[in-house]
């Protein structure tokens, strides 16, 4: 099972951009979670095809299962 936590911004545009992280450290210490989320926001570490980041929308940990079907 792969974890990732997103963690999701909103652009100058409106639209929700998600910086994806493999293999999150659990539980997840909201307030650091927080504090690097406003880090990201301060310093315009990303910038997104709709323009700069510009608000903190949210976070999540996301699981995915992957099972491989052999052919013949």
């Excluded at 639209?15 to 997840?28: F, I």
């Excluded at 301060?42 to 099972?67: H, P, Q, Y």
């Amino acid at each position: 099972m792969a974890k990732q936590i997103e963690l999701l911004f909103e652009n100058q545009e409106g639209k929700t951009v998600r910086l994806s992280l493999d293999e999150p450290v659990e539980p997840v210490d909201t307030i650091a979670l927080e504090a690097a989320m406003d880090q990201i926001l301060a310093e315009n570490a990303f910038v997104s095809s709709g323009g700069d980041l510009v608000a903190k929308k949210g976070a999540r940990i996301v699981e995915r299962n992957v099972t491989d079907i052999p052919l013949s």
